[in-house]
């Protein structure tokens, strides 16, 4: 079975530009969650998708950032305009209903 | 609120050693707690959990006990080697109204041959 997968590995932009990341999940999973680890401090939540529902977009830090998941199945997460402090790594991870949460290899995004 | 604290590494250790990682966490009720490592380059990978009080986590010569008491979950290992160097992230869920998981900061243990 295919674990967590996210694309891409890594992402360098510039300062105001838009970047996606996309993360596709366990086949049969339908949580998804995404968080996201800056600076070598925590891991933080940013949101929860049930299906194609936002079950919990509590984490999420400004307008900035637009997370979807069309039809239920691999989700996407936009930044636009990306600044200096979204740098970090975002993981992607999915589960069964209240089941383990496993999580993708991440993307690391850099922002100059 | 809830959160999770971390002993502060990096932790340098030598190959047989020793480990203790410590976890301690601030969660009203009963959360499932976890240790997720992340080997470099990859992700995060589950290493172990506990869904109750008093449980033992255990995988790959690791444990961790759920301690209701100290409100703890720390991490051994009775001989480390050097293909455990990683980075350790001790994490809780909730007892309820989310799914979402809390992190501790990480702890980088380091193991010289």
């Known amino acids: 079975e295919a674990g967590v997968t996210q694309f891409p590995s890594h992402s360098v932009i510039e300062k105001g530009q838009t970047v996606t990341l996309r993360c596709d999940p366990i086949s049969g999973h339908d949580n998804l969650y995404w968080y996201r680890r800056v600076m070598g401090k925590e891991i933080k939540f940013l949101l929860h998708f049930v299906k194609e529902s936002k079950q919990d977009e509590s984490g999420m830090p400004n307008n900035r950032f637009l997370a979807e998941r069309t039809g239920g199945t691999y989700s996407t997460l936009k930044v636009q305009p990306a600044e200096l402090e979204d740098s970090g790594v975002y993981f992607c991870a999915s589960s069964q209903v209240t089941d383990t949460q496993y999580f993708g290899p991440g993307t690391r995004l850099t922002v100059l | 609120g809830n959160s999770v604290t971390q002993m502060e590494g990096p932790v340098t250790l030598s190959e047989e050693a020793f480990l203790t990682i410590n976890c301690t966490y601030t969660?009203?009720?009963?959360?499932?707690l976890f240790w997720y490592v992340q080997y470099p380059g990859e992700g995060l990978q589950l290493l172990l959990k506990?869904?109750?009080?008093?449980d033992k986590g255990s995988n790959k010569g690791f444990e961790a006990t759920y301690r209701k008491e100290t409100t703890s979950f720390h991490l051994e290992k009775g001989s480390v080697q050097v293909s455990d160097s990683a980075v350790y992230f001790c994490?809780?869920?909730?007892?309820?109204?989310?799914?979402?998981?809390?992190f501790g900061t990480g702890t980088r243990l380091k193991v010289l041959a």
């Open positions: 994490a809780l869920r909730p007892t309820s109204g989310t799914y979402k998981y809390i």
């Open positions: 969660a009203t009720g009963y959360p499932s």
């Open positions: 506990a869904t109750k009080a008093d």
